[in-house]
């Protein structure tokens, strides 16, 4: 065994094996694959080998293209046969939502060159003849399903990373992990002692356990998982040629052929969390005790859903544990709080993931950053609100989830409440439908008063509809109040603070008294933040950007930490506070301070620390609604003290309480983008509008020459409104824009604009496509209804209202 390498990836499943392929593919040949036993040891050696793409996020749906696309390049360069199946599969719908979820899925597909369709029943009758389609209403095809061998495709991954320079080192494990001052770590195996650069913890259903070796918490949690495996069947193997896969969501099965039998697979109800102390080291090529009363109640649907597994005789029933993040998707790239040391966890569905995941992470070791956004992978987007106890309990919910429809509004219970701020009391006693963000409990909107405080889930309008317009009409006509939680908020001190944030944000340094926003670019000019900034003295910053985004930032930020002259806190929880907004907002600040507030003396983006009622409030001139307004500032403690003064002394002007969905539909008449939907790290500030808030003047910033270049040459995409001529569904986000029968874009976000009386769809199109009046289509639900693109704000664009 080398003594120095590049990297150590730990772990030689599907997954550890991948990022070890596309390291030594990116050009990094030191590096090693530690492996405890033999390749395969852990969820892999038993999977059920299948490959899909679908995926309810986009970026997850794309890596999953890619890696069935990536099997024939491994099979050339290792020689090794991946066993491949390419039979393509059905995802059936027995309801009128699934239909819809389906149609949606195939939308989104449209822009991203994946070829699935919408079949009926007869169809499905013709590619699956053993499917009984009684009940069936449609289903999504898609060809690029099928099946493989677990044990071959991880062998390729390793024999091509072999290929190019990697060492694979069985039968030993790694026992410790030392970080060294200078970024390295010592990896203690059974066989010796490595120094490596870098650590990659693929470990799987050790992925807990070499996390606490580096001292932190790897969020995932092993569960039981069993398939079946049939005798032969006259019906199977008299077909001609291999059957499709057939998922079938709503009986929680899916079932492939193998050889001249099936495949059966369940995703159970009643199921169970396995290895809750931890994931015993003597556990290897084992199975766990079948258990078929946890399955009876899908197995008898699944009797139903095809008939012919009535007469078939069971060869055998695996079950075996594999490991999910509490949201199901995968968990990589640098692990908060660490130096070099990388993730690639949870992967649940490695043979349809892996690949992605292998890229993804050896992207971001090698090249800086991964080429797509992989937020929704990314280890970051939990925090420390993560305890063990949520994972476990998300990840059953996940797990009993795995084929329930996905709606946009929904919000799943499990681990709830888990952080609070302390108005929560104060929502709940307004009827408040909570919704929850990044741990924290944050109001949707109010339902009416006697009404139960829950949204149907629905892919159109909810019962929140007729609510959410009041909410609108009160910020715009008089006055409301809104908490301020979902913001990440961070005080930057001391004498390098300004240097520092100049060095690190695209835009101006504000001075005193000032607010200004900005974005925070990667290097490679990719939008990793829209903040605003707030400064508060000569050496004093509030930054205030997503909340769900706090790991992410502050990650990116300790990276980047000089390491004297500026200090850093994340006080998202400890300053918290309330803004309130619309032309009356105002008239009731000056009733609850003694300062002056006239637009004069507290002119638009300005901020002044002021008392506000009985308690210390620093008040910012912005709003998110687009309207006249104020965010106000104060310490947790004193949040209820802040409230009470300012619904008293609001009472006779129509303050009312509004929430995240009236912001988000106020925002969307002004063409306000919002982070994670017009503002992510796949987008660039010219093409989002942004580059509007980059200093170009300034000679040294992150992602400079990128953001030059692009204003050198503008990108061929540029984000636009669209007012959409909709039914009863609004567009939500990634559905194709159609222009003459072609697809042009595809939505960021969407919904109705309450106050303006229309709906709007924010998407990304080709640049020359933006002249006010384009006509194009926007496909909600499979259904492409007429939109046309506005060059201004439906409200106020002079911006008056905000200014006033
Ligand atoms: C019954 C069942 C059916 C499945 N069906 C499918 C399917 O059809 N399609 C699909 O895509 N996925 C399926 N899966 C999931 C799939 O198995 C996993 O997604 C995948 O195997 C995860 O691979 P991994 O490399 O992350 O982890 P693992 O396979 O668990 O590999 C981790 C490796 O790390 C090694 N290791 C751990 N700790 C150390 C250490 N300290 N030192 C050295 N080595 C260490 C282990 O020995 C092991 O070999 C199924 C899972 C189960 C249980």
Known sequence: MKSHVQVAVIGGGVVGCS?????????????????????????????????????????????????????????????????????????????????????????????????????????????????????????????????LDPYGTTHAYARAARTQGAEIHLRNRVLELVPKPDGRWEVVTEQGTLKAEHVVNAAGLWAREVGEMAGIYIPCHPMEHQYLVTDDIPQVYEHGKELPHVMDPGGETYLRQEGRGLVLGIYEQPCELWAVQGTPWDFGHDLLPENLDRIAEPLEAA?????????????????????????????????????????????????????????????????GEPSRDVFAMDVARFGDYCTRPYTRAKVRENYQRRFAVSYPNEELPAARPLVTTPAYGIWKAQNAVFGSGYGLEHVNYFAPPGEEPYEVP??????????????????????????????????????????????????????????????????????????????????????????????????????????????????????????????????????????DVSGTALPFLSARQMDVGLVPALVCRVTYTGDLGYEIYVHRDHQLALYEALSTAGRDLGLRSFAMYAMMSLRLEKSFGAWMHEYRPDYTPAETGLDRFVNFAKNDFMGRDAAMAERDRPPERRLATFVVDAQDADAWGDEPIWKDGKVVGFVTSGGYAHYSGKSVALGLVPREMIEPETRVEIEILGERRPARLVTEPLLDPQGERMRA
């Open 19 to 147: 990022v070890l392929y596309h390291l030594t593919k990116l050009g990094w040949p030191e590096v090693v694959l530690i492996e405890r036993s033999e390749l395969t040891s852990g969820s892999t050696w038993h999977a059920a080998g299948g490959f899909h793409t679908l995926n309810a996020d986009t970026n997850m749906a794309a890596l999953q293209g890619y890696t069935i696309e990536l099997y024939d390049e491994l099979e050339r360069i290792s020689g090794q046969s991946c066993g491949l199946h390419h039979v393509g599969g059905l995802t059936i719908a027995t309801s009128d939502e699934r239909m819809d979820f389906l149609k949606a899925e195939r939308a989104k597909h449209r822009y991203m060159g994946l070829e699935t369709e919408i079949v009926g029943p007869d169809e499905i009758k013709r590619l699956s003849p053993i499917t009984n389609v009684d009940g069936i209403i449609g289903a999504l095809y898609d060809p690029l399903d099928g099946h």
């Open 303 to 367: 009797y139903r859903r095809y008939p012919c597994l009535e007469s078939a005789g069971i060869k055998r029933i695996i079950s075996g544990p594999f490991t999910f993040a509490p949201d199901g998707n995968p968990l990589i790239g640098p692990v908060p709080g660490l130096r070099n040391y990388w993730c690639a966890a949870a992967v649940m569905a490695g043979f349809s993931q892996g690949g992605g995941v292998g890229l993804a992470l050896a992207q971001w070791m090698v090249e």
């Open 458 to 595: 629905s892919f159109r309008r909810s019962n929140a509809f007729p609510v959410v317009a009041e909410e609108c009409r009160a910020v715009r006509t008089a006055v409301g109040i809104n908490e301020i939680h979902n913001f990440g908020k961070y005080e930057v001190t001391g004498p390098e603070a300004a240097v520092w944030l100049n060095r690190i944000m695209a835009g101006r340094i504000p001075r005193e008294g000032r607010m200004v926003l900005t974005p925070m670019l990667s290097r490679k000019g990719r939008l990793i933040g829209d903040f605003t900034i707030t400064r508060l003295g000569s050496e004093r910053f509030q930054l205030t950007a997503s909340y769900a985004a706090q790991a992410f930032h502050m990650r990116w930020f300790l990276a980047h930490l000089p390491s004297t002259g500026v200090a850093l806190r994340n006080i998202s929880l400890e300053r918290i506070g309330f803004q309130i907004a619309g032309p009356q907002a105002r008239e009731l600040l000056a009733r609850v301070t003694h300062e």
